[in-house]
């Protein structure tokens, strides 16, 4: 798989907690960006480094975290965006997690959340 393609989750795959997510484990994000975390803290956020549409370090909301991916480094590569693994995890959220996802969606987003539009649950 390269940077290219897309990840598919499968159901089946094992779940973990973002809590278990140590330093230097890979993740992907809910927009599809992968990240490495840089922490090992426990928590509503994670200080992960960011492989998107701009290469940024800093905190990224728990509830963003989708799944831990395995990674391969390569250092030849002028980009330096890591290639990965089809190896990975589903990230089980605690309900701390999900009370803020929907704090935070609901407060910054309501129409674009809300289920009149279509979004929301």
């Known amino acids: 798989m390269n940077d290219k ?3 598919v989750l499968d159901a089946s795959a094992p ?5 278990e997510l140590k330093k230097g484990d890979w ?3 809910a927009n599809g960006w992968i ?6 803290k426990k928590g509503d956020t994670r200080v992960c480094d960011v492989y998107g549409f701009e290469h940024e370090a800093g905190s990224v ?5 989708v ?5 391969l480094r390569d250092m030849g ?4 965006r890591p290639m990965y693994t089809e190896t990975y995890a589903i990230i089980e959220h605690t309900p701390a997690q999900l009370k803020l996802k929907k704090l935070v969606t609901d407060e910054a987003y309501p129409s674009r959340y809300s289920s009149k539009d279509g979004y929301g649950d």
């Open 35 to 40: 990240a490495e975390v840089w922490d090992n």
């Open 77 to 80: 590569r002028i980009d330096l």
């Open 61 to 65: 909301y728990s509830h963003d975290i």
């Open 15 to 19: 779940n973990i907690k973002t809590n």
């Open 67 to 71: 799944a831990k991916i395995g990674v």
């Open 27 to 29: 993740v992907v994000l």
């Open 5 to 7: 393609q897309a990840i």
